[in-house]
């Protein structure tokens, strides 16, 4: 039996690539509004974190 056919099986199938589109539209736009919104000094200061100290290799 194919996969197709599990998929055709389920009842109310056509909505879960709705609801998986809607999740990552919203996700997608929080996440622009906040680095948008964002205090550039905080910006700033996680750009510079990783390189920021003593060097230890």
């Known amino acids: 039996m194919k996969f197709i056919n599990y998929l055709q099986s389920i ?3 056509g909505i879960y690539p709705l609801i998986s589109l809607l999740i990552f539209f919203v996700f997608f736009t ?3 509004v906040w680095a948008l919104k964002a205090d550039k000094s ?16």
């Open 11 to 13: 009842t109310g199938v």
């Open 30 to 32: 929080a996440l622009s």
């Open 42 to 57: 905080y910006i700033s200061f996680m750009k510079k974190l990783p390189f920021s100290g003593s060097e230890q290799e």
